[in-house]
């Protein structure tokens, strides 16, 4: 609170000011300024948009920036203000194209994987045993989004200090011994809070926090080698928790090729195989942004149907919202084919 701020006003003789509304007003918390963003980045972002038949008058008047101080700096001059300027409306683009990307979609493939997570955690044979889930195939095709999902989800009506669902990404380096693969689901739950007692056993501090009937995921399974997966047969086993294993094509190769038979009995049919993704993944993904048209639509799905091409598309339309923003205009498949190669979703001769 600046005190001599408030004597001076005094002085000065402003009868009209309210003096106890000001103490109140320096008394809060103000916002922070936001800190502006390189003047090549904002440049390139702004020849994005350039490239996506966006004018730079049209740029200026959303940015509230006078178009010629703006095509001075874009020159490269120096124009105070103009780089804040256009730094906090990117920021609201960026936001407002994060918050227009909805929630979790549930695309065909990701049914399939959530399906196969609760086959896992059913009860064998009455005796309270549960199952081994296999989830591998084409990159960026929901895997490890739908894990998270499930993960929020399962865990919103949990008692409290338990997680009947957790996800787990052991490295390389962790997964070389059993003890270092079970620190790396003790690393999980501290993420989440848990207080990790250095005293007490990694298998005490799962066993203390995730319930019987629960269900540990692997992510980025394929880094794991085939002794620890077999190692983990322990806690369907023994300790009534189900297990899924995620990661791509070549892990699930090399999981075939070394016939676990104790793993293979235990998956039945709590198993998905993504190749690629299908029409139907697009299709979701478009209805999810708002986005239509038969030619906006032949793009996404050369886009999409390849192996990583759901992120790109994700990229894609994330972009294509911000580009809709800027100009004011509906996504065509002008804007959206500028969007698409601005990501690197698209190429020259396509």
Same mark, same amino acid.
Request: with cysteine; net charge negative.
């Given at each position: ?37 390189? !003047?090549?980045?904002? *440049? ?6 350039? !490239? ?59 049914? *399939? ?119 983990? *047969? ?63 639509? !032949? ?15 994700? !990229? ?35």
């Amino acid at each position: 609170m600046n005190l001599e701020a408030v004597s001076n006003s005094a002085d000065t003789g402003h009868a009209d000011v309210d003096h106890n509304n000001y103490l109140i007003e320096q008394m809060q918390e103000k916002p922070e300024i936001t800190t502006a963003m390189r !003047d090549g980045e904002l *440049r390139a972002r702004m020849a994005d948009l350039i !490239d996506a038949g966006i004018e730079m008058v049209t740029i200026g008047r959303k940015a509230t920036v006078h178009s010629a101080e703006l095509k001075r700096w874009y020159d490269g001059k120096d124009e105070p203000g103009v780089a804040m300027a256009l730094t906090l409306w990117f920021e609201v683009l960026d936001a407002e194209a994060r918050e227009a990307a909805g929630d979790f979609v549930k695309t065909p493939t990701a049914k *399939r994987i959530l399906k196969v997570l609760e086959q896992a955690r059913q009860d064998k044979g009455g005796k309270g045993q549960r199952g081994v889930g296999l989830v591998y195939g084409a990159s960026s095709a929901g895997k490890t989004a739908t894990a998270e999902y499930y993960e929020a989800t399962e865990n919103l009506g949990r008692n409290f200090g338990h997680y009947p669902v957790l996800c787990v990404r052991a490295g390389e380096d962790k997964s070389k011994s059993f003890k270092g693969l079970l620190s790396s689901i003790v690393d999980a739950l501290v993420v989440k809070g848990v207080y990790s007692n250095y005293e007490s056993k990694p298998m005490e501090t799962i066993m203390h926090h995730v319930p019987e009937g629960g269900l540990l995921i692997f992510d980025e399974a394929h880094f794991l080698p085939m002794r620890r997966l077999d190692e983990l *047969r322990i806690f369907p086993d023994k300790y009534k928790i189900a297990v899924a294993f995620m990661g791509n094509m070549a892990g699930y190769m090399k999981l075939e090729a070394a016939k676990i038979a104790q793993i293979a009995r235990r998956v039945g049919g709590a198993k998905v195989i993504i190749e690629l993704p299908c029409e139907g993944d697009v299709d979701a993904l478009l209805e999810a942004h708002g986005i239509g048209g038969h030619k906006v639509r !032949d793009m996404a799905l050369k886009i999409g149907i390849q192996d990583g091409g759901l992120g790109m598309l994700c !990229d894609t339309m994330r972009t294509a919202k911000i580009y809709t923003k800027a100009s004011g205009k509906p996504i065509d498949e002008n804007l959206f084919k500028a969007a698409a190669f601005s990501v690197g979703a698209w190429g020259e001769g396509q």
